[in-house]
């Protein structure tokens, strides 16, 4: 997506209804939000277009699927490294997600492992790139709020949908 995307009440209200019924077809997305199937298909297909849905598959909770040790990594790397730390970074399993950062450090990493010495070698893997400096990693002990986007989106939809029928997420 190359800018940014202005959602209304019916792009949430699908997206809620999608985070609430996760399986749910065009059908009964439609009997959800009270609008026509057509409007449902051609509302999710620019969403999908545009990329603010980017997929269907099912999230994962990496410590019920036996990757209960989560910590979070800063790594500072050589000036101009950034695409050979992306490769490093892809290699090893353990690294969930990462982030060019601004700050003290360059990039910060979430990883994930079985046990305690499982995110040791982790962090070994991680320190064994060529083009990292100095890395600084934090356990996480447990996790406050998760993953979320649709408050978010609440936030700033405009609130005119064009479909005077529909049922918005928050009851409205």
């Known amino acids: 997506m190359t800018g940014r995307r202005t959602l209304d009440a019916l792009d949430v209200a699908l997206v809620a209804a999608l985070r609430e019924h996760r399986r749910a077809g065009i059908l009964e997305l439609s009997r959800i939000t009270g609008v026509a199937r057509g409007t449902v298909s051609a509302r999710l297909q620019r ?11 099912p999230d994962i909770d990496v410590r019920a699927a036996g990757f209960g040790v989560q910590a979070f990594v800063t790594l500072e790397i050589a000036q101009g490294a950034i695409e050979d730390v992306r490769q490093d970074l892809e290699s090893i399993p353990g690294v969930l997600e990462a982030h060019a950062t601004t700050g003290s450090g360059d990039v910060l990493c979430r990883v994930a492992a079985s046990s305690h ?23 996480a002990l447990s996790q406050l709020v998760p993953w979320r986007t649709l408050p978010l989106l609440q936030s700033e939809a405009t609130r005119d949908a064009g479909r005077s029928g529909m049922h918005l997420a928050d009851g409205s």
Not at 47 to 57: A, R, S, W
Not at 127 to 138: D, K
Request: aromatic share 2%.
């Open 117 to 139: 010495e499982a995110l040791q070698q982790t962090l070994v893997d991680l320190n064994r790139s060529a083009s990292v400096v100095r890395s600084t990693s934090v356990v």
């Open 47 to 57: 969403l999908e277009d545009c990329g603010v849905i980017t997929g269907y598959g």
